[in-house]
């Protein structure tokens, strides 16, 4: 059974920095396209930034550009987004999710496998 488990979500000041991991279970990572989304109180949930496995391309919001690096572990199965510089408005929970189509893209619609999310809040 495919599986998505997002962590490492918490409460850090304005400026400090928090990674994201999010574990795989059930598929082979190499054979998909990975991203980060967030959803804020209110607001749509967006995409932040995704990998392709079969050239390495990443895709980043130009929100988070420049602040944020997504990275993957095949060994682990893992994917990871290191955020550093964090803003208020970068609160929201934040998502991991999964799509088999070889294209880059932030569009939510493409990601058929999600994790569950975890709450990032940026406060001081």
């Known amino acids: 059974q495919l599986q998505l488990v997002a962590s490492g979500g918490g409460l850090v000041q304005p400026g400090g920095s928090l990674r994201l991991s999010c574990a795989a279970s059930?598929?082979?990572?190499?054979?998909?396209?990975i991203g980060w989304f967030r959803q804020a109180p209110g607001k749509e949930r967006e995409g932040v930034s995704c990998?392709?496995?079969?050239?390495?391309?990443?895709i980043y919001a130009d929100s988070v550009k420049g602040r944020f690096t997504i990275s993957r572990d095949n060994a682990k199965n893992s994917w990871y987004l290191q955020m550093n510089s964090l803003k208020p408005e970068d609160t929201a929970i934040y998502y991991c999710a999964a799509s088999p189509i070889p294209i880059l893209s932030l569009w939510k619609g493409s990601y058929e496998y999600w994790g569950q999310g975890t709450q990032v809040t940026v406060s001081s």
């Open positions: 059930g598929f082979t990572l190499r054979d998909y396209v």
């Open positions: 990998f392709s496995s079969s050239d390495g391309g990443t």
